[in-house]
């Protein structure tokens, strides 16, 4: 094995690593946010003349919340937030976070990703030693 190959294989190992520890960053960040509540409905707002404006939870079939839970027979679960803008703000709060833990599960799927082909290249390059 060369010098270069070994410079080589150095150097894909550091990048293997590197995002070994983004991945376990980018986890406990989702831990966070999953730890300060996630909900994984869509806002449904319902407007009447003379009423405030009402907010209502909507998730998909057979989607379970982990604040709001599920439908018990597996439909669409739609829940009453209400109108109180504290309780808006927070069930809005959580669906936000929610966005947020999803954006970071799609960058640690292309992550995980990379490393397999890293991991890949480290092998292909070490059966060289052999
Ligand atoms: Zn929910």
């Known amino acids: 094995m060369s010098d270069k190959t070994l410079a080589q294989l150095d150097q894909i190992r550091a990048n293997y690593l590197a995002l070994l520890e983004r991945i376990e960053t980018i986890t406990l960040l989702q831990q966070q946010l999953k730890t300060a509540g996630l909900c994984n409905g869509s806002e449904y707002w319902r407007k009447e003349d003379g009423k405030p404006d009402r907010l209502y939870a909507n ?4 989607q379970v919340c ?3 839970g599920q439908h018990k027979h597996g439909y669409r679960l739609r829940k009453y937030i209400g109108s109180n803008p504290g309780k808006i703000k927070e069930c809005m709060d959580m669906m936000e976070r929610y966005r947020e833990w999803r954006r970071l599960e799609n960058q640690k799927d292309e992550i995980q990703d990379k490393t397999s082909l890293l991991k890949n290249r480290i092998n292909h390059i070490s059966m060289y030693l052999l």
């Open 59 to 62: 998730h998909g079939e057979g």
């Open 66 to 68: 982990d604040i709001h």
